[in-house]
């Protein structure tokens, strides 16, 4: 059991929260007990894992995807207000970690698409250091495509030609298709993001380098994971996983 002010203190400074500029407030989001023994970890704060952390009675949901984004308008109404109306009934905390979980070395969804997926980072780039480049075993796109599909049990959308050959890689989890013109000036064959948009499709043919949609939600859960495991080593704690079948 911990204080729920000491994990969020612990957690600040192992994600290093300070040094990323994000949409979202990072850590403690709705407040609820003092004390966590039980913890339940899911991609994104939907109503469906609430309900699940009631069921389970947990005292705290960890999400990569919480609430109180930048851009949303800032009332709480409407489902948001059901959402939050729960966790307040029911005296549950609910912490997120948007940028810096994406980014840590160790825990990160990155590095952890990294360990599924078999690449190995060399160096991180783009806003905020957010990407990785790295490399993978030489293999031709399809097979890297099939891969991938039994790694994240999604089938990834590829654009690029099945022949080509695979080996210099870029990743970034989730909706981080707006870095593939940075993936294409670091020469590499093949950009594996979450998400694609419609001018992908002719830039991954004209460049010759590869665009792979893996899924939003796919490639990002095994930061949520990896973090709430960390907690359970660091302070003991009892950990549940609670996924949705989100196609993005």
Known sequence: MVQINKLIDY?????????????????????GRKEIQKVIAGVSASKALIEEAIKQDADLILV???YFWKNEEAVITGMKRERIRLLLAHNINLVAYHLPLDAHPDVGNNAMLAKQLGFTTQYTCAEQNIMHVGACELQRLDVLGNRIELALARKPLVIGNPNQNISKVAWCTGGAQGYFSE???????AFVTGEISEQMV???????????????????KYGVAA??????????????????????
């Open 64 to 66: 990569h995807h919480g």
């Open 227 to 248: 973090l709430a495991k960390h907690w359970e080593a660091q302070f003991n704690l009892s950990i549940n996983l609670f996924y949705t079948d989100n196609p993005v």
């Open 11 to 31: 957690s600040a400074q192992f994600l290093n929260v300070g040094a990323f500029r994000d949409y979202c407030p990072n850590g403690l989001q709705v407040e």
């Open 183 to 189: 993936a294409i000036k670091q020469g590499v064959d």
């Open 202 to 220: 002719d830039m991954a043919h004209e460049s010759g380098v590869a665009f792979i949609s893996a899924g939003h939600y796919a490639t990002e």
